[in-house]
């Protein structure tokens, strides 16, 4: 939730509402291949938000392109998570416990891997929380100052989808749009000041 609401501050700043619905889904394959390789599905649906978010980030550079983007990626992820689900049998526990969570299957080890992901996250929000402001409100002077806009966007958006993916764990793909942005934009009701 910490790492959740300091990530759902700059998803409203840099408008990217839709993608982090669409990134939780976009993580929904990476799962089931995981599955289906005899992985874990929590590695799966990191990795597959992970690339989906940076897939986004790379075709979608413009407020237009970004959305045309997530959408295509979206609808191809759902492609792939459909049929890596029919492929596999005896997943329909796990497909429901992605798509609705389930804190009361979440393990130890989960809990401090995803702690370490959260601790990660919030230290680059600290680290970089200035100039990502100054690069998500204006990009085109902050390039001009010098600040490097292009890798700040590929760090928030990996920070953004790990936050994702340790989160449907919990909540499941259908709730972390609730998680993520709700909190920010009731907040963004009351104050103009991030903290």
Excluded at 18 to 43: C, E, K, Q, R
Excluded at 132 to 157: H, I, K, T, Y
């Amino acid at each position: 939730a910490f790492a959740a609401c300091a990530v759902g501050y700059f998803v409203l700043l840099r408008d990217l509402p839709f993608a982090t619905h669409s990134v939780a889904h976009i993580g929904f394959p990476g799962a089931t291949l995981a599955v289906l390789l005899g992985a874990s599905p929590v590695v799966g649906l990191i990795a597959g938000c992970v690339a989906g978010g940076l897939a986004i980030g790379a075709f979608g550079n413009r407020l237009g392109d970004r959305e045309i983007a997530t959408g295509t990626i979206l609808a191809f992820a759902s492609g792939l998570g459909i049929l890596f689900t029919s492929v596999g049998t005896g997943q329909s526990g796990m497909v429901t416990n992605i798509l609705f969570g389930n804190i009361l299957a979440v393990t130890s080890e989960q809990l401090w891997l995803f702690m370490g992901i959260a601790i990660v996250v919030l230290a680059f929000l600290a680290i970089t929380g200035r100039k990502l402001m100054f690069a998500s409100v204006d990009p085109v002077v902050a390039q001009s100052r010098g600040l490097p806009v292009a890798w700040l966007s590929v760090g928030f958006l990996i920070a953004m989808s790990l936050v994702i993916a340790i989160s449907v764990t919990i909540v499941g793909v259908l709730l972390i749009f609730a998680l993520l942005v709700t909190p920010a934009a009731t907040a963004s009701r009351f104050t103009t000041r991030p903290g």
